[in-house]
């Protein structure tokens, strides 16, 4: 079994619109030293997509750069398959699960693969060391030091950590540089802390966090949710099962008495309450055991921890036992249920308005048969890729995306209908919406940010990315400028 550590340079940060720019990466063995050469790869940004600004200014990466430098999406992922996603490989980063895991699996998805099946077939998995940096702050913080914000509040920001450790960290926000100061932050984690460290590997399968939780009355939990005055970290209990698969968990730090009368309307109008609302926000949240929680058993807390963190395993054995006597746990899962409702329809809504197939990867599994056919798409030449048609698929999101598929990685296997149709799409995509167009609103951001800045890097990638733009948008008339 070997660790591949990973990082993301992206367009922006919604991964069913923003693409990948860089993608870096470092095998290690696990005791963490490398293992081969490192991979750091540019991705042609295409045609359909404008970068956020604000992404650009933070990683100085242009989508001219990755059009002179990069590879397209469809060569990337091949190299991926072939050399990264290799057997018994660990997929590791810093906050990979919520954000890069994301983006990989709509890449997958946009390029017929499955969008799973790298993060868990031939003995692979995934962890996190940013959740891991959490718990070990929170509970085992000897032998580390532990960087805070300008504000003076606990902070474990990936830059932060290496510098106040003096680790080296060339480059942050360049995805080599950060999977290199991910190593580093894991190595002394490992080190300092190997007990912890070992536990929170294991608890990145699935089964053993089902079973944790289950299986223990009260345990403790670490996740970026929690409050930054008890490091993140709280003792938390199982109230109920979800339909997905998921646990919905309360924290024990907080007195439930103000939520235990409340209806599921109410119970949905705490739980939607910002973190700085006036009115309290209800104290749970959903631990889903397929994205490697940082928990523990409630005995990993001892007294030191526990007069740290503001913690009482007494003070939260009795909020349990009230909440166990009420109905409580049943609103919750009414009120989740209605949340789920709501926000699947306002995506169907949004969908349905935009009618953009990238954004419909969790609309259900592939089928055998269409994975047959996905991996004959994979491995066409451009002519062979010219023969394919929608009918070659059953799911409607494939016959959808073959187009797409050819037109950014394989535009001489377009014929003359499916080129008109993909310059309308690109039309439809950036210029449709008048003055809420995704073209508008990035000229719009360019205009903000240049009236802001005087540097003169900054002025140069908005220069740049003027330029790209003015290249890629179509005439009105839905032709190519």
Avoid at 61 to 68: E, G
Avoid at 141 to 150: A, F, L, V
Avoid at 317 to 340: G, P, S, V, Y
Avoid at 395 to 413: C, E, I, V, W
Wanted: overall charge neutral; charged content about 30%; some cysteine.
């Amino acid at each position: 079994m070997t660790f591949y550590f990973y990082d993301l340079e992206t367009s922006g940060v919604n991964p069913r619109e923003a693409r990948v720019m860089q993608f870096a990466g470092q095998r290690t063995d696990m005791d963490l030293r490398p293992v081969g050469e490192p991979h750091n790869i540019l991705v042609k940004m295409t045609e359909d997509v404008l970068p956020d600004p604000d992404a650009v200014l933070v990683t100085g990466i242009t989508p001219q750069k990755t059009i002179a430098d990069g590879v397209t999406e469809a060569d990337f992922l091949r190299t991926f398959q072939r050399e990264i996603a290799t057997k018994d490989t660990v997929f590791v980063g810093f906050n990979t699960v919520r954000f890069d895991d994301e983006f990989m699996r709509y890449s997958h998805y946009r390029n017929f693969y499955d969008p799973y099946e790298w993060q868990w077939k031939d003995g692979r998995s995934r962890w996190d060391i940013l959740d891991v940096a959490r718990m070990t702050r929170a509970l085992r913080p000897e032998g580390i030091q532990w960087p805070y914000d300008g504000k003076g509040n606990p902070s474990n920001r990936l830059e932060l950590l290496t510098s106040v450790n003096k680790l080296s960290h060339d480059n942050a926000h360049d995805a080599l540089g950060d999977v290199r100061a991910t190593i580093a932050v894991a190595d002394l984690i490992k080190t300092r802390q190997p007990k912890l460290f070992d536990f929170l590997l294991r608890m990145r399968d699935k089964r053993a966090a089902k079973n944790l939780v289950h299986n223990e009355k009260m345990f403790v939990y670490s996740s970026g949710k929690y409050s930054s005055e008890q490091e993140k970290t709280t003792i938390a209990a199982k109230i109920a099962d979800t339909p997905e698969g998921a646990a919905l968990v309360y924290d024990l730090s907080v007195d439930p008495e103000p939520f235990l009368k409340m209806d599921a309307t109410q119970i949905i109008e705490a739980w939607q309450r910002r973190h700085d609302d006036p009115e309290p926000k209800l104290p749970v949240k959903a631990l889903k055991y397929n994205r490697c929680p940082a928990i523990a058993p409630l005995g990993v807390l001892d007294e030191k921890s526990q007069n740290r963190l503001g913690l009482d395993p007494k003070r939260a054995l009795a909020f349990l036992r009230r909440i166990e006597k009420t109905d409580f746990a049943h609103k919750c899962l009414e009120a989740a249920k209605r949340m789920n409702q709501a926000r699947e329809a306002r995506q169907s809504r949004l969908l349905d308005d935009d009618n953009d197939v990238d954004a419909r990867l969790y609309e259900g599994f592939f089928s055998d048969t269409d994975k047959t056919a996905m991996r004959r798409v994979r491995a066409a030449s451009v002519d062979q890729l010219r023969e394919f048609t929608k009918e070659d698929f059953k799911d409607t999101r494939l016959q959808a995306l073959l187009p797409l598929y050819k037109a950014r990685n394989f535009s001489g296997a377009l014929a003359d209908s499916e080129r008109r149709a993909w310059e309308e799409f690109r039309h439809q995509k950036l210029m449709s919406g008048g003055m809420q167009s995704r073209a508008a609103r990035f000229m719009k951001r360019l205009q903000e940010l240049d009236g802001t800045t005087t540097d003169p890097e900054k002025r140069y990638l908005l220069e740049e990315m003027q330029l790209y733009a003015e290249s890629i948008l179509p005439e009105p008339d839905g032709s190519s400028s």
